[in-house]
């Protein structure tokens, strides 16, 4: 109920609305949330919000933390930009801080939802092992050029813009595999994509939901990408969906490095 209420005045202008009408993002993905555990515990009798109370509360602030990290970045590319009713730098912070919050929960628990599924697991549990044969070496490497090309992206912006979403999870990949840690790609060697795919396709699916709840709201961001900006599906260019996979895997990466130092007592990893 409080996300179709939310969902209605967010795209619609009531006089009476006005002074909220910017801030319907918030309750729309905090409904969402809850609806995605809900779903969650019918199909599998587990849910962040019931069985891991704790680290369901603090995916909030890491969450808030987490996108404003992606924020900086645009700094330098400049992929999106805000438009709608002009707020202070205060007044900004705040306002953007709330609805950035949601993210990481949104994402996580439709993640937990796809992984628990009979289809998912049925295809990908036993799926082709990734094996290489020098993996730290291997992750030297991409830790290099990963770190360059972030590093660049203020310099050949134009260019370097996807490193944006890739960049920052090979680095940390890289870091956990010469550090001999437990990492995102460790399923992989005896064949078991699915949690790998269902991080992916859980932002790609939340994805449509931010572009499409954005399209007709009055405080909304738009698009300006280099190349691919065409064909665009709400605000987003069709090709900039494909960021939204690799920020998946981002968003599962950074609830495996919360959920290794918040207390829990479910038996199901987040981040694995």
């Known amino acids: 109920m409080l996300g179709m209420i939310a969902w209605i005045m967010a795209w619609t202008r009531f006089s009476w609305f006005t002074a909220f009408q910017p801030h319907t993002f918030t309750p729309l993905w905090v409904a969402f949330i809850v609806v995605i555990n809900a779903l969650g515990y019918r199909q599998s009798g587990h849910c962040m919000l019931l069985c891991r109370p704790l680290f369901f509360l603090m995916l909030f602030p890491t969450s808030a933390v987490f996108w404003w990290f992606f924020e900086y970045l645009n700094r330098f590319v400049q992929n999106w930009y805000y438009v709608g009713p002009e707020f202070s730098a205060p007044e900004y912070f705040w306002y953007a801080t709330l609805p950035f919050a949601t993210v990481l929960p949104a994402v996580l628990g439709l993640r937990d939802i796809l992984i628990s599924s009979r289809w998912l697991r049925h295809r990908f549990n036993y799926f082709r092992p990734l094996q290489l044969r020098h993996p730290k070496g291997i992750a030297a490497m991409i830790l290099a050029l990963s770190a360059g090309g972030l590093a660049g ?8 813009f996807p490193l944006l979403w890739v960049s920052p999870l090979l680095i940390i990949v ?12 460790s399923h992989l060697t005896v064949g078991n994509w699915t949690p790998l795919i269902a991080a992916a396709l859980a932002a790609l699916i939340c994805g449509l939901f931010w ?7 009055l405080a909304k961001w738009k698009y300006s990408i280099p190349m691919v900006h065409r064909y665009a599906v709400f605000e987003m260019p069709l090709l900039g969906y ?3 996979l690799p920020f998946g895997l981002q968003c599962a990466v950074v609830g495996s490095l919360l959920e290794s130092v918040v207390p829990t007592n479910d038996t199901e990893a987040v981040g694995s």
């Open 153 to 160: 992206i203020g310099i050949w912006p134009n260019f370097l």
């Open 174 to 185: 890289c870091l956990q595999i010469l550090m001999g840690e437990r990492h995102l790609l």
């Open 211 to 217: 572009e499409m709840w954005n399209i007709f709201s």
């Open 242 to 244: 494909a960021g939204y």
